[in-house]
Structure formats: structure tokens, C-alpha cells
């Protein structure tokens, strides 16, 4: 049975993300899920999940913080190619660096730099908050069923800027374009959370439970 390890380094409330992949699982036999911090759960994991709420540096100092975690995602994901997914701040951790209260070493997966919005429009709040329509970039097999104009929900005041326009997948206007999904090989993030994004984030859990890279 296969084994997605949703990791758990105290950032952010994982209910209902836990509650959201169990669910696609058992509508796709997609395996077992289990939330977890232990380095040996992410080394035996089929695929990897990593949420994060808050801030850039704040995320990337606590995972940093449990002692050979991020050691062991990155030979999971690095090493031996496991599917991987990074949701909102798990997503811009990817990057190369976050500018969030002071610049912050990122993972490197994904070249780029998380920056703050700034919308064209000045009537437009920071943070970006609620709905909006995602706006697919290039086809992937976990956006599936996924269609320009579907919704999803976002909550950040900063952005994935990528260096290669290739490695994002989708991006929402929000007075400018918005980063919504970044991609390469077995690695995938989407800024939105996906547990929360109704029917286009449920497509999107089930086939990445389902992805074969």
C-alpha cells in the first residue's frame, strides 16, 4: 500500500489538509496518508506533502529545527525522485531564496525569489485573500480536469517569482500575474491551498496521489 507522508513541523494547523488527502485516498486507492515529523516516516514515504502558514523564515527555521527532517526530504525528493508537493509557504520554499522580514536561503529546487506583492492596482489589499481563478500555463497530469477559470483559495502577501517561465505551471491576476502552481520533474507546489479549494483542489490532491513522474 503506498505510503503519503504529510509533514508535520509545527507550521500551520494540518486538519484539514489531513482530513482532505485521507479523503481523495480512499476515492482513488491512493494508499495510506499519515501526518508526521520523523525523519524515518519521510524516508519510507511513496510521496511527500510539506504545508506551511506564516512567514518565509519562520517555516524554513522550524523545519530546519527537527533534527535531520529536511535531510531526509531532500534525499526523498533529490536522491530517489519521490513525488513531491509543497503547499503555500511549503511551496515557496522551493526557491531559491525568500525576502520575507530578511532574505532567507530557500531549498534551490526551483531557481527564484519569493518577493512581496505589489499590485498594479493600489485599491487591491495585501495580502491576497479568498478566491480567484487559476490560469493554466502548460498541461501537467496533476492538473487533470483542472481548467483555466477554476477557483482556488489563496492566503499570502508574497509571491513566487520563478527564473525559468517554464517551471510555473499556473498563475492567478491579482493586479499582476500571481504564481499559483510551480512544477519540475517530481516536484510540484501550489501557492493556493488545495485542501481548502473545493472541487479543483480535491481533482488536484487525488491526482497527485495518484502521479507516476
Not at 513541523?9 to 482513488?28: C, I, P, T, W
Not at 495510506?32 to 504545508?51: C, H, K
Not at 479568498?130 to 501537467?140: C, M, Q, S
Not at 493586479?175 to 517530481?186: C, F, K, M, Q, S
Request: hydrophobic content about 40%; aromatic content about 8%.
Amino acid at each position: 500500500m503506498p505510503l503519503t507522508v504529510l509533514v508535520d513541523y509545527d507550521s500551520g494547523n494540518l486538519h484539514s489538509a489531513e482530513k482532505a488527502f485521507q479523503r481523495m485516498a480512499l476515492e482513488v486507492g491512493g494508499g495510506d496518508i499519515l501526518v508526521t515529523s520523523r525523519p524515518e516516516d519521510v524516508a519510507s514515504a511513496d510521496r511527500i506533502v510539506l504545508p506551511g502558514d506564516g512567514a518565509f523564515p519562520a517555516c524554513r527555521e522550524a523545519l530546519g529545527s527537527y533534527g535531520g527532517l529536511f535531510e531526509a526530504i531532500e534525499e526523498a525528493v533529490i536522491a530517489r525522485a519521490r513525488p513531491f508537493l509543497g503547499i503555500c509557504v511549503g511551496m515557496q520554499m522551493l526557491a531559491s531564496r525568500g525576502h520575507e522580514y530578511r532574505e532567507t536561503p530557500g531549498f534551490g529546487w526551483i531557481p527564484g525569489d519569493v518577493v512581496r506583492i505589489e499590485p498594479a492596482d493600489r485599491a487591491l489589499k495585501v495580502p491576497h485573500m479568498g478566491w480567484n481563478d487559476l490560469i493554466l500555463d502548460r498541461p501537467h497530469p496533476v492538473l487533470d480536469g483542472i481548467a483555466t477559470g477554476d477557483h482556488a483559495y489563496f492566503v499570502h502577501s508574497y509571491h513566487f517569482r520563478v527564473a525559468d517561465p517554464a517551471h510555473r505551471l499556473a498563475f492567478c491576476d491579482y493586479g499582476g500575474p500571481i504564481t499559483a502552481i510551480v512544477g519540475r520533474d517530481n516536484i510540484l507546489g501550489t501557492q493556493f491551498h488545495p485542501e481548502k479549494s473545493q472541487a479543483a483542489g480535491l481533482r488536484l490532491i487525488g491526482n497527485f496521489l495518484r502521479w507516476t513522474p
